[in-house]
């Protein structure tokens, strides 16, 4: 029988300078999408695809991201008091029980491959999940939940992967693709961040992997890659090298790139129109000012 995967690694140790100076001394993962950060999005995700136990990957700085994840006794107690049942739920969702979580320090920023590699000891030769916080995936069926599902098929290792235009395989690892089944293409290849005229496919990874724990074999060998960082692609791409099924699962959803600012302000306008309470209000704003727009222009 397939091993279950019930171990996932957030790697959150990267400078997040694209949002400099809030990174200076906000976490990216904490920064808010309507009224949750990111991390709980993707705590939410990893919850439902059957994850019992969350390996963040830290750094200098991320204090707040540790903090979030405490329970608050006394806010709690207030809210009781109160009979604000839903805030207390919302809250109960970002406890952990202990020992459920655990943080390993990456002391230096030195790329993705190397801060997966960081949490090697805790993963006890198992398959594990890799999410990306930052890559936050709106989808009826959470992400990682149909790759899951899709492993317990094919075992191996899975990236998730997104359709993008060529100019934008610059930005991504793209897979080079042996056999394409529809939702799920089997891999020969991968190159990180390719020039755009030297993409095999038009098919990139995005932040979630289901990785077999050969994966830190690989790693443990592994030299800097593209942009002189230890790269994850590239130790995947060994397992292709040994014959080990590597497969791309295109997954249904929105996948918004929050590492970015266009994308986390997409993200935002996205998530607030998804909400009830929140819809008709930003509707109303958004029409008004694409009427200011067109009445400018
Ligand atoms: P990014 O490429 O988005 O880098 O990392 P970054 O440092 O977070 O942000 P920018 O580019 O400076 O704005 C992708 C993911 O890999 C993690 C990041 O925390 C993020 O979740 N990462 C990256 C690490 O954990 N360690 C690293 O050395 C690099």
Not at 62 to 81: I, M, N, S, V
Not at 193 to 222: C, T, W
Request: glycine letters at 8%; one cysteine or more; aromatic letters at 8%.
């Amino acid at each position: 029988m397939r091993k279950k995967v019930t171990k996932a690694i957030f790697p959150v140790a990267g400078l997040g300078t694209r949002f400099l100076p809030a990174t200076k001394s906000v976490p990216k993962e904490i920064m808010t999408l309507v009224d949750r950060p990111l991390v709980q999005y993707a705590i939410d995700e990893a919850r439902a695809a059957g994850i019992k136990e969350f390996i963040f990957v830290t750094s200098r700085g991320k204090g707040a991201l540790e903090d979030y994840f405490d329970h608050a006794p006394q806010l709690e107690q207030e809210l009781r008091r109160k009979g604000k049942d839903e805030l207390l739920s919302a809250l109960k969702n970002t406890n952990m029980d202990s020992g459920d979580i655990a943080y390993i320090r990456q002391h230096k920023a030195m790329g993705l491959g190397h801060a997966v590699w960081c949490a090697r000891r805790l993963m006890h030769n198992e398959p594990f999940a890799v999410i990306l916080p930052d890559d936050v995936i709106a989808a009826e069926k959470p992400c990682l939940q149909q790759m899951v599902e899709a492993y317990e098929e094919t075992g191996g290792n899975m990236v998730a992967a997104m359709e993008v235009a060529p100019d934008k395989a610059p930005s991504y690892g793209i897979l080079d693709v042996n056999e394409d089944m529809g939702s799920m293409v089997s891999v020969k290849g991968m190159v990180e961040k390719p020039a755009q005229d030297e993409a095999p496919s038009n098919l990139a990874v995005i932040g979630r992997y289901i990785l077999s724990p050969d994966v830190f074999r690989h790693l443990n060998r592994m030299k800097q890659g593209a942009g002189g960082e230890i790269q994850l692609t590239d130790a995947i791409a060994q397992e292709i090298a040994e014959d080990k099924g590597v497969y791309g699962y295109r997954f249904r959803g929105q996948r918004f790139d929050c590492g970015s600012k266009a994308g986390f302000l997409q993200a935002t306008v996205a998530f607030g129109l998804a909400r009830d309470d929140l819809r008709d209000d930003l509707e109303g704003y958004l029409q008004e000012v694409m009427a200011a727009k067109q009445a400018a222009e």
